[in-house]
């Protein structure tokens, strides 16, 4: 530079950098930074993304409040006497029988306990109408009208189809309808001829009274069009119940009389219900039909009747339930008193032991819902009707429903239980309870007016009312008599005591899923107790969609971890094989042709693995598992005899020639396998004569008074339960408890055990549980575990004791190690029995660990491989991590006299640690996100088992299924992107450990 | 006794090799003429050094004429020289017994013919201009050439008595009984304990006493006990340059080896370290048979019983240390010592 002349060198030449220099310096720098940034950006950008479509599931829905309508219809004409119900009809209360609003959200219509129809518009200046509804209806409640005519005494609707069942003083019962109709008209209709609409502005149509095209709202749409929204109410004939003869003694605890005091409706595509309880405490489920009549005309109301074998209760409360349900199958009658006992009825199961199909819904069971002291003061079910919604008296709500138990003792081998429980910051009774008619979502309504909606599988809050939206409303007239979601379920309604109708927009965001639901284990509507369930989509529009990650989670893992557990001690060992044992010419071509193994497509390796390897590893099972075991020993045995060899022609061979014979004793190994596998599965998996006649059918049933005392508590058996038993000769087929009979010399039984080949030793059959005992599984699992802990105290105190007699090298040596070889193998197949005999007598099965029952395509197929994807990857990385150690180390051990291998396990690993360690990470990380292997190579179920005979569903592979048949934007799509999230989690936090870990290992190695 | 192995056959064939039939071949003593590659049958034995070329006779083609010596005329012709060895050494009892032994690297032959024993008990300085070979000689007597991809040699050592090339040679077994420390202080990413008691530890000795004895008497020999003794369980690369290559010397001699291989084991320190290590070679001088590579005549001068000067993979002149520095035989030797050429 020019101004340094200053102070210049005496000899230096000055030296210039040139422009053109500084400028490509400049540029790439710019360049580089961009690209860097770019990178970071890039990433931060996805990340964001996923969250992106994420978060919004994790936020909980909001009611916002829109305007109160002051009905003075509805307004308590009494204080009522207790809560209100739609079920119950006590006294002079004025809550409406059944409440429906229009999908555009414009008007509610109601049925009044008269009879009559209300209908009003919900805007800022209400128009409220009241007119005749179900005719023949004298007046409220009590014994009956003053005009002397019937009296609705029960009510039900089922919102989501619009239908409602009425029930009469007069033992008759009425079914109708009531539904909103919309049209679209390019005329302004001329009830409204007078308004002048602006678009989107709405309009009351009145028309003449007591006309039922009358009523309406026009709204005019933004296309200049008008759209008119009309109730339509409808109704059946009446129609009379056959009613079965009341059970004895039922009329001593009931008043007697006529009138239907509960009713409860079932409509559905495959069958229509009612379930009915008259004033003298019979009861009986209805089998609903629609008969038109020839020649046109109203509907006539069919009804098939079925017996309830309800038995009135005794012990002090009300003879008749306060809520009586017949859930959505028809299957169960559900009995619900005020303090909490609910007696279930069902229908037995077929062939059970106690049932007989013409007995209709027999008592199954009670159980007591809410603790002692506490009152059930709402009740409804849920959308699907299998799950029963109470509320007491504190506030708190629960979810009950029938589930699968072992061990219920009642007919049909269901047991009611709790099994969602909310509980309330205010305690504040629940007086009314409302369910959607789309998702499991309900809404509650408490008696200080506020209004809690939820959703039941997802536990989330939706929306809540606030304190001021009550402001309005009389304080002690705020309990909450009816609410009801918009049939789009955008709005929530709520009508109090006294007769203000409260309306709500509802941003419910993503109801049916949750933090807790996806991560936790979650008590599905059925089941056994909480789990973690992956379930999409289901058949019927009312089953319960189970969005459980978990089960994902753990597939990712488990696909993980076999992979790894195959890849990485080959791999590992291939690199240090290549790079510290291996000549460098012949390492220098093995090494490529390992690597471009990572090129090959893993959609080829999946097509490979679901085509070859899959039905090979089918047909030669065992000796695919012999494999495991015996070329390991064979090796070990190979090099027990290559020490044998005197030096002299040892060392003359290169390492080509040591590389042939390496490969020479792992194919005699894979061979023996094969070999060894028929022998092997005669000893572990033969079928016993007991076994043999059970798989041909040769049985005879065993009577429930001689079940082992065990399996008495079982309402339904399976084969898991009766496993334990199977030593004693009981087996279970087809659901009951067997013993085999017969002979195998039976010409008729021999033919099939011939045709079914079942004498024959089988693996399949036996990790199907079909055959044979858990020893075996244990005897398999136990060999390696033996072997080390064997080689653990041969180490420690055999070999130092040996070597006082044996010299450390020589023919001698080598003579001894072999002896030893050959004992310690013994030694951990003894122990490995014993081991196994001592699992066994604790009552553990083998097939409940890494085996268990086959399929074709499981978690084995794919962790070969998918291991074969991996390998090169981190042999790779590991090889460049072994080359990269110090020559000068290898040398100084060398020449301290140290052998190839002790270099390369003492001073060659500990330092190239912590690269193989990041080529592990690397390769657990191709394995977590590898997508097609696993999709084509396994069944795909999303099981949260460890068996490495069943497939499993790992997060990418579920996107990969799912995400095309996903709407975009709905839940569904969101949760497979919280998937990907957690993919993406998993894999971050994959790599920052490693990288930790590696830091830390490279610190210590820092200073070579 | 097999004097001579030729390690890799074909090889002879192609390196080329003028022989002068009026050159003296090397010989070597009940060795299989002919194998050798400039022996071309005329193995003509001379004194009682039997396989030691060039024994204390000044032969006359040596001189060479008209200025030119023998030596130059050899590296000219690319042929093997017949060393001149002092008498002196021919009587001494000697551990290791080096039998023309040649030594290739690929194509390229780094060791020419050398002959030579190693005294027992005694200290042996290898001198030489860098790249003459000295390293590569050393190397070859623990076999560490083994592990370099390309190498090939001919001829054969002994040590005891037994070969060291011989195919039924357990490699392992030969270099256990030699230790080696590096020009580069090589100690291992383990704690100072762990890397003296290394040998032991791969001979699958776990007895703590006997590890520990073993550590103290090697790290006093080293003269690095009272440095260390207070940190054996730390990482040894925490340790100064000068301590790690005394170190390195207690891992090589902790297993008590017969024979001790040095590749320059100063030319990394600093004067003092430099001293002490010489101290420790003059210490287990009659115990240990030192061979000793440097750089430094003084050192040379200073530590070794006899001393052998190489050049461009021959060996030149071997004979006592004094006689090498005062009163060598050889105009190259003389000009070498007296710094005037290398
Ligand atoms: N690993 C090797 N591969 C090829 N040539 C080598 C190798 N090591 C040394 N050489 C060559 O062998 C000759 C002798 O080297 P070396 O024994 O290291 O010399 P010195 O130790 O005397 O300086 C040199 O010419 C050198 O280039
Ligand atoms: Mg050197």
């Not at chain 1, 009986?284 to 008969?291: D, I, K, M, S, Y």
Request: glycine share 10%; hydrophobic share 45%; with cysteine.
């Amino acid at each position: 530079m020019a101004e340094h002349k200053t102070n210049p060198a005496p000899n230096a030449s000055r030296r210039v950098t040139r422009s053109s220099v500084r400028f490509v310096d400049a540029m790439m720098k710019a360049i580089v930074t961009v690209g860097g940034v770019g990178v970071i950006v890039a990433v931060t950008g996805i990340l964001l993304y996923l969250a992106g479509n994420v978060l919004p599931l994790l936020t909980p829905g909001a009611a916002r409040f829109e305007r109160t309508v002051k009905v003075e219809a509805l307004a308590a004409k009494t204080t009522p006497q207790g809560p209100a119900n739609v079920h119950t009809i006590e006294g002079g209360n004025s809550a409406p029988l059944i409440m429906a609003v229009d999908e555009y959200r414009a008007s509610a219509t109601m049925l009044l306990r008269d009879g009559r129809l209300l209908w009003t518009t919900i805007d800022q200046t209400p128009v409220i109408v009241n007119k005749p509804g179900v005719e023949g209806v004298g007046g409220v409640g009590g014994t009956g009208g003053a005009d002397g005519g019937k009296v609705i005494t029960s009510a039900t609707s089922i919102s989501e189809v619009g239908a409602f069942a009425l029930g009469f003083s007069d033992g008759t019962i009425q079914l109708g309808e009531l539904k909103y109709e919309t049209e679209f008209v390019n005329e302004l209709p001329a009830a409204a001829q007078s308004k002048k609409l602006a678009r989107g502005e709405r309009s009351a149509l009145i028309g003449e009274e007591g006309t039922q095209g009358g009523w309406g709202v026009v709204e005019r749409t933004p296309l200049d069009q008008y759209r008119v929204t009309k109730p339509i109410f409808t109704l059946q004939n009446p129609a009379t119940p056959e009613w079965p003869e009341p059970a004895a003694g039922a009329a001593a605890a009931t008043k007697p009389g006529k009138a239907v005091v509960r009713i409860d409706y079932r409509n559905s595509v495959l069958a229509s219900y009612l379930l009915l309880m008259r004033e003298d405490g019979v009861a009986a489920l209805e089998r609903v039909t629609f008969v038109r009549p020839l020649g046109g005309g109203k509907p006539r109301t069919k009804l098939e009747s079925e017996r309830v074998a309800f038995k009135p209760r005794t012990d002090g409360g009300s003879a008749i339930p306060d809520w009586f349900f017949v859930t959505g199958d028809g299957s169960n009658a559900l009995a619900l008193w005020k303090d909490g006992r609910l007696d279930r009825y069902a229908r037995a199961l077929k062939g059970g032991a106690t049932s007989n199909d013409d007995e209709g819904l027999i008592f199954a069971e009670t159980v007591k819902l809410v603790e002692s002291g506490r009152t059930v003061t709402a009740a409804s079910m849920l959308l699907g009707a299998r799950t029963l919604i109470i509320g007491d008296d504190r506030g708190t709500i629960r979810g009950c429903f029938a589930s699968r138990q072992n061990t219920a003792s009642t007919p049909d081998g269901l047991k009611f239980v709790v099994a969602h429980q909310f509980t309330s910051v205010i305690p504040s009774p629940v007086t009314a309870i409302a369910t959607a008619g789309r998702d499991r979502r309900f809404v509650a309504g408490h008696e200080d007016g506020s209004l809690i909606a939820r959703h039941m599988t997802s536990h989330k809050v939706l929306g809540e009312s606030l304190p001021k939206d009550l402001a309005g409303i009389d304080a002690k007239a705020r309990a909450v008599t009816v609410a009801a979601f918009s049939p789009k379920m955008d709005g929530l309604y709520a009508i109090s005591t006294a007769g203000v109708l409260r309306s709500y927009s509802l941003d419910a965001k993503y109801a049916d899923a949750s933090l807790s639901s996806l991560f936790t284990p979650v008590w599905y509507e059925g089941d056994e107790g909480p789990s973690s369930t992956w379930q999409s989509s289901a058949g019927e529009d009312t089953a319960e969609i189970k969005y459980s990650l978990t089960p994902l989670i753990f597939g990712t893992l488990k696909a993980t971890v076999y992979a790894m557990l195959f890849a990485a001690p080959i791999a590992i060992l291939a690199a240090i094989y290549t790079s510290e044992l291996l000549h460098p010419r012949v390492r220098n071509r093995v090494k490529p042709i390992i690597e471009t193994m990572a090129s090959l497509p893993s959609v080829v390796l999946g097509f490979v693995a679901a085509m070859i390897v899959a039905p090979l590893a089918r047909d030669i099972l065992p000796g695919v598992l012999m494999g495991f075991f015996v070329v390991p020993v064979t090796t070990l045995a190979a090099a027990y005899l290559w020490q044998m060899i005197p030096v002299r022609f040892r060392s003359g061979l290169g390492s080509g020639v040591q590389l042939a014979l390496v490969s020479l004793v792992t194919v005699i190994g894979l061979s023996l396998a094969i070999g060894l596998s028929r022998p092997l599965e005669k000893v572990l998996f033969q079928p016993s004569t007991n076994d043999q006649l059970v798989l041909a059918g040769a049985v005879k049933e065993v009577p429930r008074e001689q079940w082992p005392e065990g399996l008495k508590a079982f309402a339904s058996l399976s084969s898991e339960i009766a496993k334990p038993y199977r030593e004693q000769g009981f087996y279970v087929a087809g659901g009951k408890l067997v013993k085999p009979e017969g002979l195998v010399s039976d010409p008729a039984i021999a033919e099939i055990i011939r045709r079914e080949r079942l004498d024959e030793p089988s693996m399949r059959r036996w990790l199907d549980g079909n055959i044979g005992t858990p020893w075996a599984g244990w005897f398999l699992l136990m060999v390696p575990a033996s072997f080390i802990l064997v080689a653990l105290v041969r180490g420690r105190f055999i070999d130092p004791w040996v070597l006082r007699f044996v010299p450390r090298t020589g023919l001698k040596a080598a003579v001894s190690e072999l002896t030893k070889f050959v004992f310690s193998l013994v030694a951990s197949l003894l122990l490995a029995y014993v081991l196994a005999n001592a699992l066994v007598g604790m009552g553990l099965d083998s097939r409940e660990s890494i085996f268990g029952s086959f399929s074709q395509r499981n978690t084995l197929v794919v962790a070969i491989v998918m291991g074969f994807a991996i390998i090169p990857i981190i042999y790779t990385i590991s090889e460049d991590a072994l080359s990269a150690v110090p020559g000068s180390l290898r040398s100084a051990s060398l020449g301290c006299g140290a052998t190839k291998w002790q270099t390369a396990l003492r001073v060659v690993l500990p330092i190239a640690g912590s690269g193989i360690f990041s080529a592990c990470m690397i390769g657990l990380g191709r394995a977590a996100g590898e997508t097609m292997i696993v999709l084509m190579a396994t069944g795909n179920t999303p099981t949260t088992s460890w068996n490495i005979f069943e497939g499993m569903r790992t997060l990418a592979a579920n996107i990969a299924v799912e995400l095309p048949e996903a709407p975009s934007g709905e839940t569904h799509y969101r949760v497979l992107f919280m998937g990907g999230l957690c993919l993406f989690v998993m894999t971050f936090v994959i790599n920052t450990v490693a990288e930790v870990i590696r830091q830390r290992f490279r610190k210590r190695s820092a200073a070579l | 006794m097999p004097t001579m192995q030729t390690r890799s056959g074909p090889l002879q064939m192609t390196t080329p090799l003028s022989v002068n039939p009026n050159d003296r071949s090397t010989t070597s003593g009940g060795g299989t003429p002919g194998q050798n590659g400039s022996a071309n049958g005329s193995a003509s034995a001379t004194a009682a050094g039997g396989d030691v070329g060039g024994v204390g006779v000044l032969d006359k083609n040596q001189g060479g004429a008209e200025g030119v010596t023998a030596f130059a005329e050899c590296i000219k012709a690319g042929r093997p020289f017949p060393a001149y060895t002092h008498e002196s050494l021919l009587r001494e009892d000697h551990v290791i017994h080096v039998k023309d032994f040649s030594l290739y690297y690929g194509q390229a032959r780094a060791l020419y013919d050398i002959a030579m024993r190693f005294a027992r008990g005694k200290t042996t300085a290898l001198i030489g201009p860098s790249g003459c070979g000295k390293s590569t000689l050393l190397r070859s007597i623990n076999r560490l050439n083994d592990l370099i991809d390309s190498v090939r040699c001919t001829g054969d050592m002994t040590l005891n008595g037994t070969s060291v090339y011989a195919p039924s040679v357990d490699v392992i077994d030969i270099r256990k009984r030699i230790g080696m420390v590096f020009q580069k202080s090589n100690p291992f990413p383990m704690s100072i304990f762990e890397n003296v008691v290394y040998s032991l530890r791969i001979d699958g000795e776990k007895r703590k006493g006997v590890l520990q004895d073993a550590c103290e008497r090697a790290l006093r020999s080293a003269a690095l006990w009272d440095e260390v003794k207070d940190r054996l369980k730390e990482s040894a690369l925490g340790m100064s340059g000068g301590q790690q290559q005394r170190l390195c010397i207690a891992r090589a001699i902790a297993a008590e080896p017969e024979v001790l291989l040095m590749d320059e084991p100063c030319s990394a320190l600093d004067p003092i370290a430099t001293l002490k290590v010489e101290e420790f070679i003059r210490q287990i001088a009659g115990r240990i048979t030192v061979v000793i590579v440097t750089h430094n005549m003084h050192q040379a001068a200073r530590v070794s019983h006899s001393t052998a000067f190489m050049y461009m993979g021959r060996l030149v002149e071997y004979g006592p240390t004094a006689d090498i520095f005062q009163n060598p035989r050889l105009p190259e030797t003389e000009q070498y010592v007296t710094g005037r050429f290398g």
